[in-house]
């Protein structure tokens, strides 16, 4: 190449110098002014500064005074240069938060991945850090830096607002100051967050802070974990368990004393205890008493064995009169007295409302809901006269009742279980109670039992009383066509058998079905038979 064209390219570029020169911001110009040496080095200074900043946090700290940096002048020779502690600071937070244009973005990525990078290293590395003594590429490194200037310079010129948004941000991102050491204080004050009192404030190591500041909270989180391992442990609660202390639990906990859950077993399984209904079971009713079960088909029965029987299935409770086909069902009442029409004439609430006692009476007694006011319709062939309900409780005064002039049929009102009040349920019993133990004129009392349920400690304790006060009385099983044959006849036999020592009780047993009609024919001629033989 000729001479004249090297001199041309020269020449060249010479202008590019200016030019790029010249690009140079109104604030760099203004900043270079004020320095006594060039913009170039200008800019490589702070870089340096900045870089020392970030390397120099620990060293610095540790030594405590001001560190010896070597720079590069215009000249490219290594200048001296003392960074003060003030500086260093400006610097970090420059480069610890960042910018908030793309390229700033830019800058504070690297920035901060310097950091990070630096926390890797341990501060040992010289990558991002110019340290005299300790690297040889500083010169290199500040070079390049000065080759950057322009866009490091917009970091210094940040305003003091950016700079907080920024670091709120960073802290906001979890960015912890470099080192390991750091990231480990962080994870422990995390841990420790949850073991201090909210009103403790938590130290969070941030960017800004100085590697002094740094030292210090590690010293300060070792106390405190020291002191959290100093703190007196909560002592366990230890429940001593009493085994003879039967205060505060189940009887049948097996807890208790010993060997007494197993005697319990041993005597269980001694004596293995029948369920009531396994107790029914084992019944062996009299044959007497399954004859007259089946003569009278009791019991639960097929609409096709009545009829085969020779009933007429149409009629209400067919098996009471064989059979009838007119309307004048009552005309064929076997017995006279029952033919008679069925009059209420009284109710009492109390004792002193009882009618006067001029005819002899039968009363018709049970627990609330057995059929009384049915089994009286039922004798009568009368549906209606009396009332009735499958809600019990219905009858709740005596009710007196004229069978033509020869007979009085008594309604008394149910005791035991009945939607009433409590108080009102006791003044029933009370009634009846007195009813059956003082009555003058009464002949007879149908004490009714519901087959399905057999007796109740309310029955016995009635037959008590009309024992204590000689009243005749008679068993009579009703609604009998809701269990089987067989059941009827266990119940028969049951209650009989635990009947056998009472003296007023009267036999026979009767068993009626107010619904199908059985047994209703042979208690209509035992009350007629009451009837024909009293005395007035
Ligand atoms: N299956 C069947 N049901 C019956 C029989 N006798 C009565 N019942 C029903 O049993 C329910 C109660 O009948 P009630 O005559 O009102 O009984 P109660 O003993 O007078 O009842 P209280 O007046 O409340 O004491 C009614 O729904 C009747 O239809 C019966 O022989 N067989
Ligand atoms: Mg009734």
Request: glycine share 10%; net charge neutral; charged share 30%.
């Given at each position: 190449m000729p001479a004249e064209d090297i001199l041309r390219q020269k020449l060249k570029k010479r202008p590019k110098l200016v030019v790029r020169n010249s690009m140079r911001t109104k604030k760099d110009v203004i900043s270079s002014e004020k320095n006594e040496v060039c913009g170039r080095e200008n800019v490589s200074e702070r870089k340096l500064k900045k870089r020392v900043k970030f390397k120099g946090m620990k060293s610095g700290e540790e030594r405590g005074e001001k560190e010896e940096l070597r720079t590069l002048d215009s000249c490219g020779k290594k200048k001296r240069v003392y960074a003060k502690e003030g500086m260093y600071e400006n610097v970090k937070v420059r480069n610890g938060v960042g910018v908030a244009t793309s390229k700033k973005k830019t800058l504070f990525k690297k920035g901060e991945k310097k950091v990070k990078d630096e926390a890797v290293e341990g501060n040992t590395g010289h990558r991002t850090m110019w340290v005299p003594g300790k690297s040889r590429n500083g010169s290199s490194k500040a070079k390049h830096l000065a080759h950057n200037g322009k866009e490091k310079k917009e970091n210094v010129v940040l305003s003091a607002a950016r700079h907080k948004a920024k670091a709120k941000e960073v802290e906001r991102m979890g960015f912890v100051g470099n080192g390991d050491q750091g990231s480990g204080l962080v994870k422990k004050n995390r841990a420790k967050k949850s073991e201090l009192s909210k009103g403790k404030s938590q130290e969070v190591v941030s960017p800004l802070s100085s590697a002094k500041k740094k030292v210090r909270d590690k010293a300060t989180l070792d106390d405190d974990a020291e002191t959290l391992d100093n703190r007196p442990k909560k002592k366990k609660r230890v429940i001593k368990i009493?085994?003879?202390?039967?205060?505060?639990?189940?009887?049948?906990?097996?807890?208790?004393?010993?060997g007494s859950k197993e005697e319990k077993k041993k005597e269980s399984e001694k004596e293995p205890k029948m369920s009531m209904n396994a107790q029914f079971r084992a019944i062996q009713p009299s044959p007497s008493i399954l004859s007259f079960v089946e003569k009278n088909l009791l019991g639960r029965r097929r609409l096709i064995d009545i009829r085969r029987a020779g009933y007429n299935i149409d009629l209400s409770a067919p098996l009471d009169n064989i059979p009838f086909s007119s309307s004048s069902e009552r005309e064929k009442i076997e017995e006279n007295i029952f033919r008679n029409k069925l009059d209420f004439f009284a109710a009492a609430k109390v004792s002193s409302s009882f009618p006067p006692p001029n005819l002899p009476e039968i009363a018709f007694a049970g627990r609330s809901n057995v059929g009384k006011s049915s089994l009286l319709n039922a004798l009568t062939r009368q549906w209606g006269v009396v009332r009735t309900s499958d809600k019990p409780g219905l009858t709740q005064t005596i009710n007196f009742f004229k069978l033509g002039t020869k007979l009085c049929l008594v309604d008394l009102p149910g005791y035991g279980f009945a939607y009433a009040k409590e108080e009102v349920k006791e003044a029933w019993e009370e009634l009846v109670k007195e009813y059956v133990s003082?009555?003058?004129?009464?002949?007879?009392?149908?004490?009714?039992?519901d087959t399905k349920w057999g007796m109740k400690p309310r029955d016995y304790e009635l037959i008590e009383l009309m024992e204590r006060s000689k009243t005749k009385y008679q068993i009579v099983l009703t609604k009998?066509?809701?269990?089987?044959p067989i059941d009827v006849a266990r119940r028969a036999m049951q209650i009989e058998e635990s009947l056998l020592q009472n003296k007023s009780v009267v036999q026979p047993l009767m068993m009626v079905s107010?619904?199908?009609?059985?047994?209703i024919r042979s208690l209509r001629t035992i009350l007629a038979n009451i009837t024909r033989f009293a005395k007035r």
């Open positions: 009493d085994p003879y202390d039967i205060s505060n639990k189940r009887l049948d906990d097996s807890i208790g004393i010993d003082t009555r003058v004129g009464l002949k007879r009392v149908c004490l009714l039992i009998t066509d809701v269990v089987f107010s619904k199908s009609g059985a047994g």
